[in-house]
């Protein structure tokens, strides 16, 4: 494999915006029919390096050369690098919901005859691309209407029908359950054999360590080295150490838990589907939090783990049927999120980007938007105690920023996550439900993430982590319940909780699925 | 820290937004200076002056209601319409049932709270894009007024001009100004000087580093004399004639708004909404409130818009309101608003709106047609968005940063400061 | 604190008094000087104000008021309204006028009864106000009303339509329809009158019948004189009481109407009737010649904007304008001196008489 021939050589690639530099001297050389993957943490300039390959930032806007198949390439925009057979397929899936599995794939490349599309080619061409990515689907389906795993296949079908030679997958996982991921890699695995190169951009470690041949790792714009995995004996700890520059002792800070009462129970809860009024999202179900305890909830992705905790919260997910909140021995009713903020609860949400920050907003307002009236003097805004509340939660979680003046939107994922602990850490809650409160973070940001919980779980509150990596539920919670269907399906204590226990617990409801 | 920099920091806005705002008034500063100069003084004459705010400010209060629609993330087409139906309304009040015209004042804006309260409820609780509703709204309430007022005019008696066409009384000794509108300046000025003072004290409170005193200075002198130089000018125009009374109540408005969208809960939660609803209402807003209180709020608006147009033509006819949502969107976008909401500010709506009336004055009075002042007008909206949008995808301010590259000069290299790198370096304790 | 708060008050002070200086006293104006006008500088600025340009005829007007008005010496602005916010704008425009110093402004307004403000703030600046074609109402503050006889127009209006049904079909009843211009347009209301001082006695008689049963002004009104307005008017009246009748008469208020009222009947697929019309607009003549107008009046706008122009310049010159009605023309407010123009009218028979010294129309009409 060493000695194959080298696809693609990316030389001192230096690329500057206004005031920051991303990426200075980075070199990078793929080889023909290799799986490349490329670390880092947030912000190290992975996705820059793959813009400048792509043409999205064309030809002049760095410095530094770009040799692809043995000639100096110079890609002015995205649509020139695909026609020499690079194609990215980026985190955010850039496919149309509301057209078919077909019409997507051809989207913006449709075989033409005579000027009018040709459907028939193009179904017949869609069905032997999808057959190449293991997607058999009706090519009519809407792309709406299949998965996000599948919808991901479909992606790559659209690569395969440019004609890729290299193919660049930026975090192709992230949004994808156990089985799907292990499907996309068994894929990626087969396009190696078939000679088909890819370059891989991922936080799953343990992926990239058992499907990558070579790693490339970057930090703060620089080449760290080139890692050869099977040569050089690579483990996930080689791999951490070279993206945060030093070996991480322990990924989960040691701490002794002071678990207390019951204090919050959720008794019999059923909750009808938002649409479909015939569907329960939940069907009487019953979980407690005691103060200072960390409870995790496991479950595949779509289980309906996040459903239940947001309809638990004031309501913000599907329609309230049944059942009852106790809170410290007293009966609640929580009808919006407001009731639910007042009653001190809070949930992080999943999506930062999507349903958590308004990312128009800078630290500062993002940091006390869930409890104005704590920086409100008689009906008016005190701008030096939102300033001051930022700032104390600037240093408490080590938010990198100059100011709390900053734009959250500059800043990387786990650092906007940290606004997010900090916004809901303001209102002083009693329960904080985090759903999904690593993903997409760097190893660094993480490691400091888990420290806080385990800080709020240790002030004598109570802590719902809601997460898809069993061992980040194993190595912070304290007691863990499974969900599958919008069934809690299981109660595992610490002590017992283990990946295979919890997967099958995980799974246990589940109904027959098609394939 | 070198003096051009503490300049530019403090002057011209560390922040994007204050940037735009300074762009903005550099705007309308500039204009003004190219008609003063090409219509040989007229622009900057007193009667003028008065002229261009009694000429706009109607919709220049429909600016600020559209801003907060426009941040909230919706739209609202029907104001003039719904101007035009309360005027009408109010107009008959009092001609056919001689309603006092306090009391018509008041009738006004309660139809104006009704129909809010209407588009607001299908907006809000329905869910109807206000794009629609609006549309609905525009169509429905045109007709109303046609119907109320048999396309016909109603004049209004001359006591309800005063809110449209009225002035200042003229008290006290013969000083040759107006002495109340001298006084206004003198209160500006004073609350310009008790702001800046307060600010400096923020500033110190939350530790952040204090703006040099000399800069401090510099913009209270920048604005003490622009309040100077504008009161002396509105108080030195025909006897009779002061800073106009529609002009009290627009600048009311203004301070009164802008205080509420920035300084309270309230206007906080309508940024919140516009920049991302689900994000707000996970945090705790409550979004339909919000939504129905901004396009309630805005219907308010236009029909006091449309009772000052009424006052100032002393009647109410079937064409008035004509366009004025156009008018008043365009100051808003030119103000610096998103299209997609989140982002904008009262006062730059008014600066926005205030670049269109001064160019269309000094078109009419250069003897411009208004077919191309039409023209110029929608090329001028065309350019200050696209430039605006093309700023933001360079990531920074082209004129500002133009502007300040110059006084920059002393710095030698523009290299990132260190605060800028600090995000990219990551640090891991223990 | 008390360091930065002087030092601001100083420099604040300084900029007050700097000000100041260059502020100077405020012009003590009289306002309308009355009684015996002084006249004016004979290069003098003369403002004029027409609506929107919906109709040649105000195209022609502006045309004709720059010339001539250039040729007489003074230095013309002349300004048409914006084709959706007219009002606002003729507003604005002539606020600009009186900021410039015109002497005279000679508005044509877009709606006679929103001026009043702008009306008054001239007559204060000492400028003269003419309404050309439509009376400002409302405001004590016009000078005078330079117009057409409008209501001899409706009169010769109504007595063509009633010439034209004869002349097709010696005998009644004839169908016809009634159509008047914009509601905001205080002449609409007088050229109908003037008409139904004519056609009333034979609606009574039941020589004449309006099928429709609109007789109501507000009924017939088309809102801003537009012509898809009484194209879509018209459509309907067609549908709904046409049906199996035949429409013989049309009484349209101006030809703009007209032409829009022969289009829809003709998309009807029915024969045209006698349609009235107004202002001698180049369509309509060769519409006339074709045989399908009935009727226009000729209110030559060259000796409308002669006229006016004549008003100027005896204000130019201090002396008083010639007027010929001093009762009629009560604004609401006074009544306005007024001088009124006769208007001649044209069928296919008397066109090339009527048009002879058009050189636009004249050749039409060969």
């Known amino acids: 494999m060493s000695d194959a021939p080298v696809l693609l050589e990316m030389r001192s690639i230096t690329k500057e915006f206004p005031g920051v530099k991303a990426l200075a001297d980075v070199n990078l050389v793929v080889r023909a029919g290799e799986i490349h993957a490329i670390c880092g943490e947030n912000g190290a300039g992975k996705s820059t390096l793959m813009k400048v390959l792509s043409g999205v930032h064309p030809h002049g806007s760095y410095d530094g050369r770009i040799v692809y198949r043995g000639a100096e390439t110079r890609f002015a925009d995205i649509r020139a690098s695909e026609g020499a057979g690079i194609v990215i397929i980026h985190q955010e899936l850039a496919l149309v919901p509301d057209m078919s599995i077909t019409e997507n794939i051809f989207l913006g490349n449709e075989p033409r005859r005579r000027g009018a599309i040709d459907w028939r080619l193009a179904n017949r061409r869609a069905v032997e691309l999808m057959a190449r990515v293991g997607l058999h689907e009706d090519p009519d389906t809407l792309v709406k209407d299949i998965g996000v795993g599948k919808q991901q296949l479909v992606e790559i079908a659209k690569a395969f029908a440019k004609d890729v030679r290299l193919l660049i997958l930026d975090e192709p996982t992230a949004a994808l359950n156990e089985a799907d991921s292990r499907h996309l890699l068994d894929l990626l695995r087969g396009f190696r054999s078939r000679g088909v190169t890819s370059i891989m951009i991922s936080h799953k470690l343990n992926e990239i360590e058992a499907i990558a041949d070579r790693i490339t790792i970057l930090r703060d714009g620089r080449t760290v080295e080139t890692l050869d995995v099977r040569a050089d004996g690579v483990d996930e700890d080689r791999i951490v150490r070279g993206m945060v520059g030093r070996e991480l002792g322990s990924r989960f800070p040691d701490r002794t838990p002071r678990i207390g009462e019951v204090f919050f129970e959720v008794r019999d809860w059923t909750v009808r589907h938002p649409i479909s009024a015939e569907r329960r999202v939940c069907r009487n179900e019953s979980f407690v939090v005691r103060r200072g305890e960390i409870v995790g909830f496991a479950g595949l992705m779509g289980a309906g783990r996040t459903e239940l905790a947001m309809s638990v919260f004031g309501r913000s997910y599907g329609v309230y049927e049944s059942g009852t909140i106790v809170k410290d021995g007293r009966q609640i009713v929580l009808r919006s999120v407001a009731d639910a903020i007042a009653h001190r609860l809070a949930y992080v949400s999943e999506d930062r980007k999507a349903i958590g920050l308004n990312l128009l907003d800078d630290i500062k307002a993002s940091t006390v938007a869930a409890k104005l009236a704590k920086v409100t003097r008689r009906g008016v805004l005190d701008a030096v105690a939102e300033h001051r509340a930022a700032e104390s939660y600037r240093r408490e979680l080590r938010i990198k920023a100059p100011t709390v003046d900053e734009g959250v939107s500059r800043l990387s994922g786990g650092n906007q996550q940290k606004v997010v602990l900090a916004k809901w850490m303001f209102t002083d809650p009693d329960l904080l439900i985090l759903d999904e409160p690593t993903r997409g973070i760097d190893v660094g940001a993480k490691y400091e993430i888990y420290g806080v919980i385990q800080r709020l779980a240790d002030q004598g509150r109570g802590v719902v982590v809601i997460s898809s990596e069993l061992p980040e539920l194993i190595g912070l919670c304290d007691r863990i319940y499974t969900v599958c269907e919008g069934a809690i399906t299981g109660e595992i204590a610490r002590e017992h909780a283990d990946p295979e226990t919890l997967m099958k617990r995980m799974t246990s409801t589940k109904r027959t699925q098609p394939r | 820290m070198s003096r051009a920099k503490d300049l530019r920091k403090n002057l011209f806005g560390g922040t994007t937004s204050n940037a735009r705002q300074f762009g903005m008034i550099f705007t309308l500063v500039a204009i003004v200076v190219l008609f003063q100069i090409l219509t040989d003084g007229l622009t900057l004459r007193s009667d003028n002056l008065i002229a261009l705010f009694q000429q706009n400010s109607y919709i220049l209060i429909l600016a600020i209601g559209m801003l907060m629609v426009i941040v909230a993330g919706h739209i609202d087409l029907s104001v003039g319409s719904v101007a035009a139906f309360a005027g009408i309304l109010v107009a008959k009040s009092m001609s056919d049932w001689s309603l006092p015209w306090p009391a018509a004042v008041a009738f006004g804006l309660l139809i104006g709270a009704a129909i809010g309260a209407w588009q607001g409820f299908w907006v809000a609780y329905v869910g109807v894009p206000a794009f629609i509703v609006t549309l609905a709204g525009m169509l429905l309430f045109r007709g109303g007024n046609q119907f109320i007022g048999n396309a016909d005019t109603i004049p209004v008696p001359e006591g309800f001009r005063v809110i449209g066409a009225g002035f200042l009384p003229e008290v006290g000794p013969n000083t040759g100004y107006n002495n109340l509108t001298l006084l206004l300046g003198l209160a500006a000025c004073a609350a310009v000087a008790w702001r800046e003072v307060r600010a400096r004290r923020t500033r110190r409170e939350m530790a952040a580093d204090p703006t040099p005193t000399w800069i401090s200075i510099l913009r209270l002198a920048v604005m003490v004399g ?53 994000a707000a209402e996970l945090s705790g807003v409550k979004l339909r409130r919000v939504n129905f209180l901004v396009m309630t709020n805005m219907s308010v608006l236009a029909a006091l818009a449309g009772m000052i147009f009424v006052a100032r033509s002393a009647a109410s006819g079937p064409q008035d309101g004509n366009g004025w949502e156009l008018d008043a969107i365009a100051a808003v976008f030119i103000g610096g608003a998103a299209v997609s909401g989140g982002i904008g500010t009262i006062s730059g709506s008014i600066v926005g709106g205030l670049v269109m009336a001064v160019l269309n004055n000094g078109l009419q009075l250069l003897g411009v047609g208004t077919d191309r002042v039409q023209i110029i007008k929608g090329l001028v909206l065309l350019l200050a968005v696209a430039l605006d949008v093309y700023n933001k995808r360079q990531g920074r301010f082209s004129v500002i940063g133009g502007l300040t590259r110059s006084l920059r000069r002393d710095t030698p290299t523009p290299a990132a400061p260190e605060a800028q790198r600090a995000p990219a370096v990551t640090k891991v304790p223990g | 604190m008390r360091n930065f708060l002087g030092k601001s008050v100083a420099v604040g002070v300084i900029a007050a008094l700097a000000l100041t200086a260059c502020g100077s006293g405020r012009e003590e104006e009289p306002g309308g000087s009355d009684g015996n006008a002084k006249g004016f500088a ?180 088309i809102q801003g004189w537009k012509a898809e307005g009484a194209q879509a008017r018209m459509d309907q009246l067609l549908t709904s009481t046409y049906g199996n009748r035949e429409l013989d008469g049309v009484l349209s208020p101006n030809d703009t109407l007209a032409r829009a009222i022969i289009t829809s009947v003709k998309g009807a697929g029915k024969k045209i009737p006698v349609v009235t019309g107004q202002d001698s607009e180049v369509e309509s003549v060769r519409s006339i010649m074709a045989g399908e107008q009935y009727m226009t009046i000729n209110k030559d706008t060259r000796n409308l904007v002669r006229q006016t122009i004549a008003m100027v310049k005896a204000l130019q010159a201090g002396q008083t304008p010639e007027v010929n009605d001093t009762k009629s023309y009560d604004n609401g407010s006074k009544v306005v001196d007024t001088y009124l123009l006769p208007p001649v009218a044209v069928t296919k028979a008397n066109a090339a008489e009527a048009y002879a010294d058009d050189p636009k129309l004249a050749p039409l009409t060969r």
């Open chain 3, 42 to 221: 004979a290069n003098a600025l003369i403002g004029v104000a027409l609506p929107a340009k919906t109709s040649e005829n105000w195209v022609l007007a502006g045309d004709l008021f720059t010339n001539g008005l250039t040729e007489a010496g003074f230095a013309s602005d002349v300004q048409y309204a914006g084709a959706s916010t007219t009002v606002a704008d003729q507003q604005a425009q002539i606020t600009a006028m009186i900021t410039k110093g015109a002497k005279v402004i000679v508005i044509g307004a877009t709606d006679a009864a929103q001026l009043s403000t702008q009306v008054a703030a001239a007559h204060q600046a000492g400028a003269k106000v003419i309404a050309y074609d439509r009376l400002i109402t409302n405001t004590p503050d016009l000078d005078y009303y330079v117009a057409f006889d409008n209501f001899k127009v409706g009169q010769l209006q109504g007595r063509a339509l009633l010439d034209g049904l004869k002349a097709r079909k010696p005998n009644g009843p004839y169908h016809i329809e009634l159509f008047s211009g914009s509601p905001d347009d205080n002449n609409a209301g007088v050229f109908f009158n003037g008409a139904m001082d004519v056609l009333k006695p034979e609606i009574d008689k039941g020589t004449v019948v309006v099928a429709s049963k609109q007789t109501d002004v507000k009924q017939t009104a």
């Open chain 2, 226 to 278: 622009a309040i100077v130089f504008a009161s002396l000018r509105f108080a030195s125009g025909r006897v009779g004639t002061s800073f106009p009374v529609s002009g009290i109540i627009l600048v009311a408005l203004v301070l009164a708004y802008s205080f509420y969208t920035r300084n309270t809960a309230g206007g906080r939660h309508i940024y919140a909404v516009g920049g991302n609803s689900r």
